[in-house]
């Protein structure tokens, strides 16, 4: 395994990968916090947007990151440099996104 990747982590924080064209959908259902994050950074799932949900301690409680309207794995290849140092995991991938 790369020394990037780790098998388990005991709490990662979430990373949302969300499509442009889906963005207003995830808003109306989404938790006010997230929603509140998108708001402040001007997030609308386009192509490498990042904004980062915080704790009321400040630290990052969940990613949202803006792979547009294609889904393919390379669109996130530059997400880990963005990241503050931690643990991460994929909520969930965006219909038609292969992780392998």
Do not use: C, N
């Amino acid at each position: 395994m790369p020394e990037s990747l780790i098998a388990h982590a005991e709490a990662p924080v979430p990373v949302t990968l969300l499509k442009a064209a889906e963005f207003e959908a995830w808003a109306k259902t989404a938790e006010p916090a997230h929603r509140a994050a998108a708001a402040l950074g001007k997030f609308t799932a386009k192509p490498g947007q990042l904004a980062l949900v915080p704790t009321a301690e400040g630290a990052v409680a969940a990613v949202l990151y803006g792979i547009g309207d294609e889904a393919p794995a390379p669109a996130i290849r530059p997400l880990s440099a963005r990241l503050p140092p931690g643990d991460y995991a994929f909520a969930a991938l965006p219909a038609g996104m292969d992780p392998t």
